[in-house]
Nanobody, 116 residues
Framework: QVQLVESGGGLVQDGGSLRLSCAASGSSVGIRVMGWYRQAPGKQRELVVIMSSGGITNYADSVKGRFTISRDAAENTVYLEMNSLKPEDTAVYFC??????????WGKGTLVTVSS
């Protein structure tokens, strides 16, 4: 079992910035990927960005150039720096990880609200 604890969500104005954190714990199995998804009201959950253990990233087109994922491998923690936020970025942001055994885990989510 892997536990994911997210933090850093909140209310920000259009054009503002936020930083999300996600710490993974609870398993000695290696982490294969970590990243973020989001779900806006009335919409399906969508990929924001995913990062492999080798550092390869895949960003959604809608966030390229504005969001940056980084990690502290020693702490099994990933960060999402979100800049130039827009009202359409409003969503619950979920941390996701998949282990080297291809088992996926989700965090409980953190709400990001961007006011216009």
């Amino acid at each position: 079992q892997v536990q994911l604890v997210e933090s850093g969500g909140g209310l920000v104005q259009d054009g503002g910035s936020l930083r999300l954190s996600c710490a993974a714990s609870g398993s000695s199995v290696g982490i294969r990927v970590m990243g973020w998804y989001r779900q806006a009201p009335g919409k399906q959950r969508e990929l924001v960005v995913i990062m492999s253990s080798g550092g390869i990233t895949n960003y959604a087109d809608s966030v390229k150039g504005r969001f940056t994922i980084s990690r502290d491998a020693a702490e099994n923690t990933v960060y999402l720096e979100m800049n130039s936020l827009k009202p359409e970025d409003t969503a619950v942001y979920f941390c996701y990880t998949a282990t080297t055994r291809n088992i996926g885990y989700w965090g409980k989510g953190t709400l990001v609200t961007v006011s216009s």
